[in-house]
Nanobody, 126 residues
Framework: QVQLVESGGGLVQAGGSLRLSCAASGRTLRSYAMGWFRQAPGKEREFVAA????????HYADSVEGRFTISRDNAKNTVYLQMNSLKPEDTAVYFC???????????????????WGQGTQVTVSS
């Protein structure tokens, strides 16, 4: 059974940083693209960032480009999301997800993900 477990969320002031981790079991992540998504109260889940299986390619939502960095350590079966210069509008539950394929679709960044974590809360105070 595949499990993705996020950690690293918390409360931070605007301008601060957090690093989220997503550890996997039951699936060797090195064969699959990975993504981070978030969902704020009353809003739909939205794409944040994605990374190819090899880690050579990354893609970001415009809202986080230049502030967030997605990375992976395939030896540890873990994916990370470094979040800098956080804003109150970044407040949400953050989810990691594993894609069916080794790459993501830039034109449809939300497609292809078949396993999801339970999420970790990130709250940014003003």
């Amino acid at each position: 059974q595949v499990q993705l477990v996020e950690s690293g969320g918390g409360l931070v002031q605007a301008g601060g940083s957090l690093r989220l981790s997503c550890a996997a079991s039951g699936r060797t992540l090195r064969s699959y693209a990975m993504g981070w998504f978030r969902q704020a109260p009353g809003k739909e889940r939205e794409f944040v960032a994605a990374i190819t299986a090899s880690g050579a390619g990354t893609h970001y939502a415009d809202s986080v480009e230049g502030r967030f960095t997605i990375s992976r350590d395939n030896a540890k079966n873990t994916v990370y999301l470094q979040m800098n210069s956080l804003k109150p509008e970044d407040t949400a539950v953050y989810f990691c997800a594993s894609n069916r394929l080794p790459y993501y679709r830039v034109d449809e960044p939300r497609t292809g993900y078949d396993y999801w974590g339970q999420g970790t809360q990130v709250t940014v105070s003003s």
